[in-house]
């Protein structure tokens, strides 16, 4: 399969100037003196991207994963390197970019689409779609400027998915949308996937990498760490989120590694973005006959000092991810520990209605009535039920038979 984007040895460095008029002394300095310092956000980046496949790029804020974006659609320019990318481009790289605040979201629909080299009449056939997408009633015909975020999202998805682009890219835009567009537009990129467009997808939310990217990239500091299978990648990015002890001049942060009262050994990590884990999953066993009972240990960790209205979920699914069953403490009103520190919750389910079959579990923390995503462990444990024949079907069901006649 051809590649679609090669990217070879690319830089971009920044001058950062104390103050306004120090680039004007350094512009018209006889002796070329230098008042600026120099701020490389990306150092030299190597990568191709095939035609069909579904990039994510992951990395801390400032890692520079916006300006990897940006160059590819032809925003910025590297300071050296070269990028060759094959075909349209849509992307949504900020709320508002594309969009003239002053026209209404039908005239910014067609604006973009005269952008992306579409006419008037091949904008006519498709505004009808984009408008049904973004689904934001009569706000269509009011100018942009009055938008929400919302608003500004679901409008600039519902152009950049229905142009019919070789090349989706979609940094956070995700997450402004609800819960609600935000499984639509899943939708909609999966869709797009299967019909062969190349899509580059940025994410905080790292299960959402490994579940909807058949490849990704992880960029530390500027720099390409690794790149290869999305779950490999996710679970390396994950393991050194968690334990990114950061020292200087081999002296340990005390604000990074403090004892608690649960165990001596809990280490908070560097990175104050991370604010729990799951650390741990373990099941009782991993063969199973129908009613058996299962028995999962969870151990996770809080890292703040309190995590409001913090629930567990734990999801039963099967290898092709169709979803079973999945509980959490917060729809079953059972409060866990939210303060910092390490801690153990036992799940089980007395009697598996399931009959035979392979079996996954995932287990998530999150708050806000389950809405935030704190962290997601896909796949966590399998099992198996195996049975000697009694009944078919996925699950059993309590029942009686009664002959009338």
């Known amino acids: 399969m051809t590649n679609i984007i090669e990217i070879s040895n690319i830089t971009k460095s920044y001058k950062l100037y104390d103050k306004p008029t120090d680039r004007l002394k350094e512009a018209i300095h006889p002796l070329k003196k230098s008042y600026h310092k120099e701020f490389v956000?990306?150092?030299g980046i190597t990568l191709s991207v095939k035609k069909g496949d579904a990039l994510g790029i992951l990395g801390r804020n400032g890692s520079g994963k916006s300006t990897l974006l940006k160059m590819i659609t032809g925003v910025l320019t590297p300071t050296s390197g070269n990028i060759n990318v094959e075909g349209k481009i849509s992307a949504i790289l900020e709320l508002g970019a594309g969009f003239n605040p002053e026209y209404t979201g039908r005239?910014?629909?067609?604006?973009n689409g005269l952008m992306m080299g579409y006419n008037?009449?091949?904008?006519?056939?498709k505004v009808g779609s984009i408008i049904e997408f973004a689904d934001i009633g009569d706000f269509i015909d009011q100018?942009?400027?009055v938008y929400s975020s919302g608003m500004f999202a679901r409008l600039a998805f519902a152009v950049s998915i229905n142009v019919e682009p070789d090349i989706l890219i979609v940094d956070e835009a995700l997450a402004v949308g609800d819960t609600r567009f935000q499984t639509k537009c899943i939708?909609?990129?999966k869709d797009l996937k299967l019909r062969g467009t190349t899509i580059l997808f940025v994410s905080h939310a790292s299960e959402q990498v490994k579940r909807f990217c058949n490849k990704a990239v992880w960029i530390k500091d500027g720099k390409l760490e690794v790149m290869g299978d999305s779950s490999e990648v996710v679970d390396l990015y994950e393991d050194f989120m968690r334990n990114d002890?950061?020292?200087s001049e081999n002296k340990v942060d005390a604000r990074i590694i403090q004892e608690s009262q649960y165990d001596p050994d809990f280490i908070l990590p560097a990175n104050p973005d991370v604010l729990a884990l799951v650390t741990k999953v373990e099941i009782n066993k991993n063969s199973f006959k129908t009613f058996d009972e299962l028995k999962v240990e969870i151990e996770y960790e809080v890292y703040e000092e309190i995590i409001d209205d913090l629930l567990l979920g734990a999801a039963i699914y099967t290898p092709k991810r169709e979803y079973i069953f999945g509980p959490n403490t917060f729809l079953e009103k059972v409060p866990i520990p939210n303060k910092r520190g390490r801690h153990k919750v036992n799940y089980c389910i007395p009697q598996l209605p399931l009959l035979g079959g392979s079996f996954c579990l995932d287990v998530g923390l999150f708050n806000n009535e389950g809405?935030?995503?704190?962290h997601y462990k896909e796949n966590a444990v399998s099992f198996n039920i195996t049975n000697k024949y009694f009944s078919e079907g996925v699950v059993y069901i309590n029942h009686k038979w009664e002959v009338l006649k």
Not at 120 to 125: F, G
């Open 245 to 247: 002890i950061e020292s």
């Open 187 to 189: 939708d909609k990129m």
């Open 371 to 374: 809405i935030v995503n704190i």
């Open 120 to 125: 008037r009449e091949k904008m006519d056939e």
């Open 143 to 145: 100018p942009v400027k």
């Open 41 to 43: 956000a990306l150092d």
């Open 107 to 111: 005239e910014n629909i067609y604006l």
